[in-house]
């Protein structure tokens, strides 16, 4: 079956960075464009960042563009968000998902991780 596990989240300082990790299990990864979503208390979910195929073009919220990186690793069958200059507002849960369209602006996902709390705090 379908599996996403993240990992790599955490409480950082304003300006500091985290990683966060996605390993996919259950079907063929490199297959598929991948997502990050997320979701901060009290809000609907909010699309971060997406990754196409083979060729990993990638996308990025207006939010975060220049201060995150989304790249994929097909033999390993990860995906990662490299999460830099971090802002209070960047608090939120993190989940990898797996878009039913493209890079998965619309918000439809078939497939969603259990997700990594990320907490941006002096």
């Known amino acids: 079956q379908v599996q996403l596990v993240e990992s790599g989240g955490g409480l950082v300082q304003p300006g500091g960075s985290l990683r966060l990790s996605c390993a996919a299990s259950?079907?063929?990864?490199?297959?598929?464009?991948m997502s990050w979503v997320r979701q901060a208390p009290g809000k609907g979910p909010e699309w971060v960042s997406g990754i196409s195929t083979a060729n990993g073009v990638t996308r990025y919220a207006d939010s975060v563009k220049g201060r995150f990186t989304i790249s994929r690793d097909n033999a390993k069958n990860m995906l990662y968000l490299q999460m830099n200059s971090l802002k209070p507002e960047d608090t939120a849960l993190y989940y990898c998902?797996?878009?039913?369209?493209?890079?998965?602006?619309?918000?439809?996902?078939?497939?969603w991780g259990q997700g990594t709390q990320v907490t941006i705090s002096s």
């Open positions: 259950g079907f063929t990864f490199s297959r598929y464009y």
């Open positions: 998902a797996r878009p039913l369209r493209d890079w998965g602006l619309d918000l439809r996902y078939d497939y």
